[in-house]
């Protein structure tokens, strides 16, 4: 931990960190959600990016990489705000909403989220991805404490102007239901058929679990398209525009790879060029792609309006 990386901050291409499967939290600050901004916590955008740098010359810097609204994040968040307030400014906790902030998150070139980065004397130290409770994050913030005075940075983060943090951290989310727990567990281990069971159990519980439904979808589509051939898949859908299968296929890939509107614009399209069973196809897999999104999304309103007329 005394050494830092030789190597200055980029802002490489932005990471696709999309949190699909993950159950959702209220925003920072509400209730059931990790604290808002303030006293040596901040939150990070493409024009504070390089102002945060700049300050790691003078204290450590934490940056936990996150999106605010998942569990797992809000959780971690939580903890790290608590040690924040604990040290009294020796580190400022700094947090990036990746789905905001790519360009910031590419930065670090991190692979997932939650994910926690120092920053010392203008370089970054990767310390750890996922989630990690209290006991064992603090230990880390140690090492990095040392580091930053083997290297100098001794300074005292500044703290905000009347926040009230008091390190007790805010409550997260109730426990899941059990089968979106287990849906969640394996989506962490990377088992996404165990997660599609676990969801069709929930369904099977309660055919109007909507987060189920979600969720199935979601896992659904990470399944079909984790051992996929790209080029293939789109010189099929290029060479073949009436082939269901293939315009199926590389409409998922458009999701997974953040093209929401290419995705939902080519199926769309697709609908007039079908009939029976193939266009049902067509229709499920669009209804798959808006509950992936979510109702509170402004794209799922309009491409359901158009889903509709080209259905009717």
């Known amino acids: ?121 203008g370089q970054p130290v990767p310390l750890f991805q996922g989630g990690a409770d209290l006991e064992q994050i603090r230990p880390v913030v140690e090492q990095v404490l040392a580091a930053a005075q083997q290297n100098g940075v001794t300074g005292r983060a500044p703290r905000a102007e009347g926040a009230e943090l008091d390190g007790t951290p805010e409550p997260v989310a109730p426990p899941l239901p059990p089968h979106h727990q287990e849906a969640y567990d394996a989506i962490e281990a990377g088992d996404l058929h165990a997660a599609a069971e676990a969801y069709r159990a929930a369904l099977r519980s309660d055919p109007r679990d909507d987060l189920a439904s979600a969720g199935l979808a979601q896992v659904s589509l990470l399944e079909r398209t984790q051992d996929v051939d790209l080029a293939a898949v789109r010189t099929a859908a290029a060479d073949r525009p009436d082939d269901v299968d293939a315009q199926l296929a590389v409409a998922d890939l458009d999701m997974v790879g953040g093209k929401v509107e290419d995705a939902l614009d080519r199926l769309i399209d697709l609908i007039p060029t079908t009939a029976g069973d193939e266009r049902e196809r067509v229709r499920l897999r669009l209804v798959d792609y808006l509950a992936v999104l979510g109702p509170q999304d402004p794209r799922v309103a309009p491409a359901r309006r158009r889903m509709t007329s080209a259905l009717y």
């Open 1 to 121: 931990m005394s050494q830092t990386p030789g190597n200055d901050f980029p802002l490489r291409g932005a990471v696709d960190l999309s949190g699909l499967g993950r159950p959702s939290v209220p925003e920072p600050g509400a209730p059931g959600g990790a604290p808002a901004a303030g006293g040596y916590v901040v939150d990070v955008t493409e024009q504070t990016f390089q102002a945060l740098v700049e300050s790691s010359t003078q204290y450590p810097v934490l940056v936990l990489l996150w999106i605010p609204t998942d569990q797992a994040c809000a959780q971690l968040g939580a903890d790290l705000a608590t040690l924040a307030a604990e040290n009294d400014g020796r580190f400022q906790l700094a947090r990036v909403d990746v789905e905001q902030h790519p360009a910031v998150a590419g930065a670090f070139q991190a692979q997932g989220v939650p994910t926690v980065v120092a920053v010392l004397a």
